[in-house]
């Protein structure tokens, strides 16, 4: 009896152990075509991060910054005055550019009228010299008074003449030279003008101020870094493996999980694949040709951007943030 009840405790052991393998199969097996579903139907990488094209505020002309009205982390709109450089330099030299063009504008203007001025005695002269001539045929006048008229015409041609040479050119275009110099002093003005609007720096579009680096008293030059803006406008670009992309086309809708909120699920759109990998577009591209190689999967950069409006108060994301994006490619 005692023998029978150990047979039938050791078939009920051997039949709990059968169940349990079973199910453990059933459930390895569940899992496996779970994951073989995924992997037919959805993409997804970690070599993810938000991403942004940053802007180098600088000046474009060097000098003394006697004010900067950003402060760290601050929001700015496209136009607002960020900082300011000494002015009065730039002030001095558009003076100078001004009073230089409005010299030669009077010189010209004064060569104009004196020619003219010399065209219409010229013109009189010429007039006197024809009378006189004709009255001494006639003996009316004298041999002097004729003299005197011709030798009063050829003053004035030889003013003229001198006129003429103040306003014209020598050049075989036939372009006046006080033209020529006008044109050259009213750009040598504007460019002074130009420089002198440089000293007030504006923000170039809205975004947030990052590593600032100057301050108030500070010697800069033309093209050294204030600060860097940060735009609003954010995506991201994930590296998928070459063997991911099968199926993968620009307007795919995706799914990404940001690692700063593990419990939200952002929406986007994949924008644009990148024509070639990420080592191909590196400084130094990999060459493949020379020496030993060794095949190894690429990646290719795919960018995805954000397909909802996401309100900056709720959620901080900056460039540089890790993500999950899971694209559904079937």
Known sequence: MEEKEKNTVSEEKTTAKKKIIITAIAVIAAVLLLWLFHELHYQSTDDAYVETTTVS????????????YVTDNQKIKKG?????????????????????????????TNAKANLDAANSELDLAK??????????????VSKQTLDNAITKYDSLNARKIRAQEDIITFSKTNKKVADANIKMLKAQRDAAALNLSYTTIYAPQDGTVSSRRVEK???????????????????????????????MKPGMPVE?????YPHHKFKGK???????????????????????????VQRIPVKIVFDEKIDPNEYTIVPGMSVVPKVKVR
Do not use: C
């Open 270 to 296: 994949i924008d644009s694949i990148q024509r070639s990998s990420g080592a191909k577009a590196s400084l130094f591209p990999p060459e493949n040709a020379v020496g030993s190689f060794v095949k190894i």
């Open 217 to 247: 008293g500070m010697m800069v030059s033309a093209g050294s870094p204030l600060f860097t803006l940060v735009p609003h406008d954010v995506w991201v670009v994930a590296n998928y493996k070459e063997t991911q992309l099968r199926g």
């Open 127 to 140: 007039r006197d010299v024809d009378r006189y001539t004709n009255l001494y045929k006639v003996g009316a």
């Open 256 to 260: 990404l999980k940001i690692d700063t």
């Open 80 to 108: 607002d005055i960020v900082a300011k450089i000494d002015p009065r330099d730039y002030q001095v030299a558009l003076d100078q550019a001004e009073a230089a063009y409005q010299r030669e504008l009077l010189a010209q």
């Open 57 to 68: 505020v600088a000046p474009r002309v060097s000098g003394e910054i006697i004010a900067v």
